[in-house]
């Protein structure tokens, strides 16, 4: 069976589930929704992979998943390879407090109310909405020097290698620095560079970096 990765290569959940199946040696797909617009993830097709009409979805077979943080645990756990989650239970919680904090904290403010008012600007004349921008950019700020704070005498958000938490965060916070004023959120975090680094290095990022930045004609993301 031929395992097949739905959705478009600028979306950032996308792109993570792609880094943990290339962590685990897998081969795949990527597979397009339908015309590849955002139209496309309300059409009745799409729906049958993803009831909610988002990505990514992955599939095995008779095996369909829907939900980024769902895909890579299962990616993790069902085929051989290095390890994408901490074997120590406390560093495993550690993993999953970055990952809600991710989901709940980072993404709303650094793609939805900022990556995406330049991307897919909302503001009048079709210009990125300023307003929004504005109060997303201390919240950015906040959640780096706490990351920043938390990576001191740490290579990885959780555990002693990469585990899912750093292949959430990985290309959230890039596409935050592709943004105008972007790296201002990175100032003088030093253990956030050094984890950087180590993240970039890694070929799972190296093969998944998109085309630059995605388009009107790219599908959102979830």
């Known amino acids: 069976m031929t395992i097949i990765i739905y959705g478009a290569a600028a979306s950032s ?4 589930v792609r880094m943990a199946a290339h962590e685990k040696g897998l081969d795949y797909e990527l597979g397009q929704i339908g015309d590849g617009t955002v139209g496309a993830l309300s059409a009745p097709a799409h729906r049958k992979l993803h009831p909610f009409g988002k990505i990514p979805v992955f599939t095995d077979g008779k095996v369909k998943l829907w939900e980024s943080m769902a895909i890579c ?5 069902a085929y051989e390879g290095r390890a994408l989650q901490p074997d120590d239970v406390l560093e495993r919680a ?3 407090q970055w990952i809600s904090a991710g989901l709940d904290y980072v993404v709303p403010s650094a793609l939805r109310n900022y990556t995406q008012q330049y991307v897919f600007p909302t503001g009048p004349n079709g210009q990125p909405d ?8 201390p919240k950015i700020r906040e959640a780096m020097l706490i990351m920043d704070k938390e990576l001191e005498g740490r290579t990885w958000l959780a555990g002693d290698d990469l585990s899912i938490a750093d292949l959430l965060y990985a290309p959230v916070l890039s596409y935050v620095g592709q943004m105008p004023d972007g790296m201002e959120a990175f100032e003088g975090c030093e253990n ?3 984890w950087w ?3 970039t290095a ?4 190296k093969v998944t970096a998109p085309d630059g930045i995605p388009g009107s004609s790219s599908q959102a993301a979830e």
């Open 192 to 194: 956030l560079g050094r």
């Open 94 to 96: 550690r993993m999953e």
């Open 197 to 199: 680094q180590a993240v």
């Open 73 to 77: 645990r299962y990616i993790d756990e």
């Open 13 to 16: 959940f996308v792109r993570t």
């Open 202 to 205: 890694r070929e799972s990022y």
């Open 130 to 137: 300023m307003e929004k921008i504005n109060e997303a950019k």
